[in-house]
């Protein structure tokens, strides 16, 4: 079954009638009657003190791969796009977008904010029963890996999750992943993990769910590895992958001084145990920055 919302293609043949996935009913209305109605969505977003509103609508989520050269004739496989706050900026800068989400109410949120691209088709549903025979040149998770354990049946679900993805890439082909960093400063420094609110939770091994995981650098270098991945590039967008600021490379790494206005935490309280920009400050001098970064983004080759 497929729909048509202006020139994209919307894909029900996987959608199980269930939205898995949501930060509530209510909000997530108010999202699509926004992007159904509104033609500024960041005077709507600077209006706003939701965090939904914020997150979903706000363009600076597109700073953590505007940057990046695509070609115009790549093609791209979009997992868990959400309500597509990055997919306008895939469509605008490859040939072919697949877009990949389990919640329909959000990819319809997706194809009225994103309508425009005629090279835009999202398909509903859970990407492990969804079949996909082509190959592209880029796959995306962004903000997705770390629920690989509640969406993939496995006694490695990281492992046979990025597997699957493997499939569907080209031969050096690139898949590209945005995540938090477990041993992220913010945590040590008082934040509440990001997926749990719990304090310290992903510093202590997330000793009470099963259902999300973030990594330590290490850890993602090593799952990378082990599924064929080759020519791991790591970047450390700052505050976070969510809505970065800057993006730092291996290459260009903060200076002493450079990171500043360090503390939120965007829809919770926190506590504040030590002074995070003095820390950093050490932590660059020690060239220690690399572990600590709050997110991640990846870029690595299929080999």
């Not at 959608?15 to 699509?32: A, H, T």
């Not at 109410?105 to 691209?117: D, E, F, G, T």
Request: glycine share 6%.
């Amino acid at each position: 079954m497929r729909e048509k919302i202006g020139n994209v293609t919307i894909n029900l043949d996987y959608y199980n009638g269930i939205d898995n996935y949501s930060d509530g009913e209510e909000i997530e209305n108010e999202l699509l009657e926004i992007v159904k109605t509104e033609k500024d969505l960041e005077k709507v977003v600077g209006a706003s003190a939701k965090w939904p509103i914020i997150y979903h609508l706000s363009k600076k989520r597109q700073n953590i791969l505007e940057w990046y050269k695509f070609e115009k004739e790549d093609t791209l496989l979009e997992i868990g796009a959400g309500c597509g706050a990055i997919t306008g900026l895939f469509a605008e800068k490859t040939k072919k977008v697949v877009s990949i989400e389990i919640s329909k109410k959000r990819s319809l949120v997706n194809a009225y904010r994103n309508q425009k691209y005629s090279n835009l088709e999202i398909i509903v549903g859970n990407f492990n029963d969804i079949k996909i025979t082509e190959k592209f040149d880029y796959i995306t998770l962004i903000g997705v890996l770390e629920y690989s354990k509640n969406f993939t049946n496995s006694e490695t679900p990281e492992i046979k999750f990025l597997s699957e993805l493997k499939k569907n890439l080209k031969t050096n082909g690139k898949i590209i992943i945005a995540i938090e960093n477990k041993l992220g400063l913010k945590y040590w420094a008082g934040a509440k993990e990001d997926h749990t609110s719990v304090l310290f939770d992903s510093i202590q091994g997330y000793l009470n769910t099963k259902k999300v995981a973030t990594y330590s650098k290490e850890e993602l270098k090593k799952m990378l590895f082990k599924t064929g991945f080759s020519n791991i590039n790591f970047y450390y967008p700052f505050p976070d992958y969510k809505l970065p600021n800057v993006v730092y490379s291996q290459k260009y790494l903060p200076k002493i001084g450079d990171l500043k206005n360090l503390i939120h935490n965007y829809d919770m309280s926190r506590y504040v145990f030590f002074d995070e920009e003095i820390v950093y400050d050490q932590l660059i001098k020690d060239n220690n920055f690399e572990k600590f970064s709050n997110s991640f983004l990846i870029i690595a080759e299929n080999i």
